[in-house]
């Protein structure tokens, strides 16, 4: 079995000191999403929500969330990011969230793509729970990842 990365010698968490991994770009992509009543679905759909723009909004909170994951994540490395995007994709009965996450480093952007995804979707509850409190938000995972010593790894 490997040591923690995270551990030092003393069983303390500490962070990775990355300074002597040379940077290489690196990408990932994840994913969850949210299911619904129909009139909700709806409503976001058609832009009647009675928040507003329910979209554009969890679109920009999963962005700022990705930037900030480093303050939310205890033993994250704050990263420069050079992209990040939220899509959405309408499905019978919710919305499906996949979030990339990319950045030039010597650290992998996983936990940013993962963040992304999830402050969007509690974005998406909180826009829309006037019309649906029994929201289910769910299956966030990661789908792919690239770049870095262990390279590619993509979801089975």
């Known amino acids: 079995m490997t040591k923690p990365t995270h551990l030092d010698d003393s069983g303390a968490a500490h962070m ?10 690196r990408r990932a992509v994840a994913t969850g999403r949210i299911t619904m009543s129909t009139e909700a679905l709806e409503a976001i759909r058609s832009g009647n929500a009675p928040k507003g723009d329910v979209l554009s909004t969890a679109r920009i909170a999963g962005i700022m969330a990705a930037k900030r994951t480093a303050e939310l994540i205890p033993l994250c490395h704050p990263l420069g ?5 939220v899509e959405f994709a309408w499905e019978a009965d919710g919305i499906a969230v996949p979030a ?28 829309a729970k ?4 029994a929201m289910v938000i ?14 590619d790894w993509h979801a089975g």
């Open 16 to 25: 990775v000191d990355v300074g002597a991994k040379p940077a290489t770009r």
């Open 81 to 85: 990011l050079s992209k990040v995007g």
């Open 100 to 127: 990339t996450a990319a950045t030039t480093g010597p650290t992998g952007v996983e936990m940013e793509a993962l963040t992304a995804v999830s402050v969007a979707l509690l974005t998406l509850y909180d826009m």
């Open 130 to 133: 006037a019309l649906d409190r």
């Open 138 to 151: 769910g299956d966030i995972r990661l789908l792919e990842k690239s770049g870095g010593r262990s390279g």
